[in-house]
């Protein structure tokens, strides 16, 4: 990607080291359904979307405080390359704001932009609290997309998945969930997976996720006609990296076989496929995976 020049988004909440200071709550309360989108990988984690529901159910309202050793605030110093990924976050940040604020504008609405949280290790979000192992996650709570910047490099180190574009497509995969949250997709999405048995409600987040990599190949679009950032093989680094996240991809390299009924995230065919589909067409009516039959995804 060429991002020379482009501006850096100011929505960011820099929690890492003991810089985060006190905080007090988010941008909202913590509704009923609100819960905790995990990230692209579900590789690291148990995939048990009850256990962060519940996470998110039971957390209240959130005061962290973060000081050092000696009760004062410590600043935190990235090394070089964390200072370089910070500063492509924040730029494919202000594009993802760039390009859903004129989207928004088109359907009428006002787009307002979520906040991207840096932090180190672990994290309490609106949603409850988590460690980076589960990689980058949103939650409707607050309105954050969180992420331990560390995670690019386990990408990297443990499936190969890299390249600037791959890391763009990661932000803009759980600022896609911010888009869901705000359109209603989310909200809804989670009333009803509330009602439903562990493996039902699995079909239901495999349609989230493959919505939220559509939402990405929309970004990307745009980004591309607004900005010509794109650069010869960048789109193959987002596509190599949805072939490596798909579940079924996961699972066999994790355990040898795949359990399709604990899928859901979506299997790496589907998610290169939502993913070309929002990037070929740029159109939000596209990314409608929700009148689709499980089967049909
Ligand atoms: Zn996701």
Not at 141 to 147: E, F, G, P, T
Not at 224 to 243: H, P, V, Y
Request: aromatic fraction near 10%; proline fraction near 2%; glycine fraction near 12%.
């Amino acid at each position: 990607m060429k991002l020379d020049g482009r501006r850096e988004s100011s929505n960011v909440d820099d929690r890492r080291g003991g810089g985060g200071g006190i905080r007090l709550g988010g941008k909202g309360g913590l509704g009923i359904g609100a819960m905790i989108v995990i990230g692209l990988i579900t590789y690291f984690t148990t995939g048990d979307l009850g256990t962060a529901f519940q996470a998110a159910t039971s957390a209240g309202d959130l005061t962290s405080v973060t000081m050092g050793a000696d009760g004062q605030n410590v600043p935190y110093e990235p090394t070089a390359q964390e200072q370089e990924l910070e500063h492509f976050a924040k730029q494919v940040l202000a594009s993802t704001e760039d390009v859903w604020t004129a989207e928004f504008k088109k359907l009428g609405k006002t787009y307002e932009a979520p906040t991207l949280v840096f932090f180190n290790g672990s994290v309490q979000s609106g949603c409850g609290g988590a460690t980076a192992s589960v990689g980058p996650f949103y939650c409707s709570a607050d309105q954050c997309v969180y992420i331990d910047l560390s995670f690019f490099t386990t990408m990297k180190k443990s499936l190969g998945a890299d390249g600037d574009f791959a890391y763009a497509y990661v932000i803009a995969h759980e600022v896609g969930h911010h888009v869901q949250y705000l359109l209603g997709n989310l909200g809804k999405a989670h009333a009803k997976m509330a009602k439903l048995s562990q493996s039902e409600a699995n079909k239901v987040s495999v349609q989230i996720e493959l919505q939220a990599d559509c939402y990405a190949g929309i970004w990307a679009y745009h980004e591309q006609k607004m900005f010509g950032s794109l650069e010869d093989g960048d789109l193959e680094e987002a596509i190599s990296t949805a072939q490596v996240i798909g579940d079924d991809y996961l699972q066999k390299k994790a355990q040898g076989y795949v359990v399709p009924e604990s899928f859901n995230h979506g299997t790496s065919q589907q998610r290169i496929k939502w993913f070309k589909r929002g990037f070929t067409t740029g159109q939000l009516s596209q990314g409608d995976t929700f009148s689709y039959s499980y089967e049909q995804l």
